[in-house]
């Protein structure tokens, strides 16, 4: 019987099954295209592109690209250099932005800064700038290390030229190389030409580079043969952006980090999603011209990369600083060094988030958060503080605020002793309050129910005291 099935499987169909299968297919195919009414049109109803050149050379396309001296052809290699004043500029429009503040800015990333900020085994030591590698890739897709391709590599890094006077100010540019893959068979010789450069650096910085780039080109390293020096410490800026900016801008996004906190409007960019479609285009020997974007579009986001590391730098030493004008934003910085215990500064941070937030609302919110990561980072005599600072500035139109203090004194430090003498406290101003009579409808309510509150809280603790 088994045999007999697989002879009657191997019969082909007449050319009349055939003619129906083909005639259902049309039928159904003219039916979408009434329904749709042009949003789905035939193959052949689409324009041919004659804006794709055929067989244009590389180094027309690319005029300060050469094939890599090292490792031979099949590897183009392009050097970009970007000033970092205010009067430079780049003939491609590629943008250092904002401008860092070299007078005060040591050439230097401090170890506590690369702790704060997250670092994969930082080196305990401050880092040279020049020793920073800033690196991102553009591949074929997103469908896995044993599919996609880094056809495209970039690495940025600062070039400092030391004054000789010690008074004269400190020059630098950003450099971006480019290693840029022929075609398929040339991977390993580009990998080789990554790993020699990659060896002349300390430091990796990536955005998003620990989910995509850097578990891609391990794995391409493996699948060839060889080994990438890819285990340096390492640094992803996309979790302090996070953390930083996302309750303000929404998208951390680079392009979004770009609009939004750099300043930056791109001149020659290209979607993300339509570079593998460019690269597949130049493998055909076609529209080779469209690549040209695409090394653009490359080397902005490394650029990009070097300014937000210097950015997030000064920002971590400098609550003050001109740029920390939205609340949120000081409370990530707090939030990044409570996480590493560094106390003071967080503190600092935090009294600089209650100054700049005015609305009583999001204020609330923003109180809650900060015990929220007090309590996740153990940080019980801190959020004590933060609390006590916060009833000295916005008790008398908050005075939920006593509560909270009552409550973490009594929960979080088992001190209630401290938590009856905030209760004692709030009741004796909140009476004051009243009696002057200079509270508007809302806040009198507010009080009621505090006091009411912090009554029954108090008649509790007095009464675990006596047992």
């Known amino acids: 019987m088994l045999g007999h099935a697989v002879i009657l499987r191997s019969i082909p169909m007449g050319f009349e099954e055939l003619d129906d299968i083909a005639r259902s297919k049309r039928e159904r195919i003219e039916g979408l295209l009434a329904k749709l009414g042009g949003q789905l049109r035939r193959a052949s109803d689409l324009p041919v592109r004659t804006d794709l050149s055929t067989n244009l050379p590389l180094d027309e396309v690319l005029p300060d690209a050469r094939p890599h001296p090292e490792v031979g052809a099949g590897v183009w290699h392009r050097v970009s250099e970007v000033p970092i004043e205010p009067a430079g500029g780049h003939p491609r429009g590629y943008v250092f932005r904002p401008l860092p503040q070299w007078t005060r800015h040591m050439p230097f990333v401090a170890a506590r800064s690369l702790a704060v900020l997250g670092c994969e085994s930082h080196p305990g030591t401050e880092v040279p700038l020049d020793a920073i590698a800033f690196l991102d890739t553009e591949t074929t897709g997103l469908s896995g290390a044993t599919g996609t391709y880094p056809f495209l590599v970039g690495i940025g890094y600062f070039r400092l030229d030391w004054p000789a006077a010690a008074s004269a100010p400190l020059q630098a540019a950003f450099v971006c190389e480019q290693f840029f893959m022929e075609d398929y068979p040339h991977e390993p010789l580009l990998l080789a030409a990554l790993a020699e450069r990659l060896r002349q650096f300390d430091l990796l910085v990536t955005f998003n580079g620990a989910g995509y780039d850097v578990p891609l080109l391990q794995a391409r390293a493996t699948l060839n043969r060889t080994r990438l020096p890819l285990d340096m410490p390492h640094l992803d800026l996309l979790r302090p952006a996070r953390r930083l900016w996302r309750r303000r801008i929404g998208s951390c996004a680079l392009a979004s980090l770009e609009r939004h906190v750099l300043g930056i409007a791109r001149l020659h960019d290209v979607s993300g999603a339509e570079?593998?479609?460019?690269?597949f285009d130049h493998l055909r020997g076609r529209g080779r011209e469209r690549l040209v974007p695409v090394f653009d579009h490359n080397v902005q986001d490394i650029v990009s990369l070097g300014a937000l590391l210097l950015l997030l730098c000064e920002l971590l030493a400098d609550p003050a600083h001109e740029q920390l004008c939205h609340a949120s934003d000081c409370f990530g910085l707090a939030s990044l060094h409570l996480e590493c215990g560094v106390l003071?500064?967080?503190?600092?941070?935090?009294?600089?988030?209650?100054?700049?937030?005015?609305?009583?609302?999001?204020?609330?919110?923003?109180?809650?958060?900060?015990?929220?990561?007090?309590?996740?980072?153990?940080?019980?005599?801190?959020?004590?503080?933060?609390?006590?600072?916060?009833?000295?500035?916005?008790?008398?139109?908050?005075?939920?605020?006593?509560?909270?203090?009552?409550?973490?004194?009594?929960?979080?430090?088992?001190?209630?002793?401290?938590?009856?003498?905030?209760?004692?406290?709030?009741?004796?101003?909140?009476?004051?309050?009243?009696?002057?009579g200079v509270l508007d409808a809302q806040q009198a309510l507010a009080w009621d129910r505090a006091l009411r509150d912090l009554a029954k809280r108090r008649q509790r603790l007095e009464k675990r005291k006596k047992q």
Do not use: M
């Open 344 to 436: 003071d500064a967080a503190a600092r941070f935090l009294e600089r988030t209650a100054e700049l937030e005015h609305d009583p609302q999001w204020s609330r919110k923003f109180v809650r958060d900060a015990l929220r990561v007090f309590r996740r980072t153990g940080q019980g005599e801190a959020g004590a503080a933060f609390l006590e600072g916060q009833c000295r500035r916005n008790g008398r139109h908050h005075p939920e605020l006593f509560i909270e203090l009552a409550r973490w004194y009594e929960r979080q430090l088992r001190a209630p002793e401290r938590a009856l003498a905030v209760i004692q406290e709030a009741e004796r101003q909140g009476h004051f309050e009243r009696s002057l």
């Open 275 to 279: 570079i593998p479609y460019i690269y």
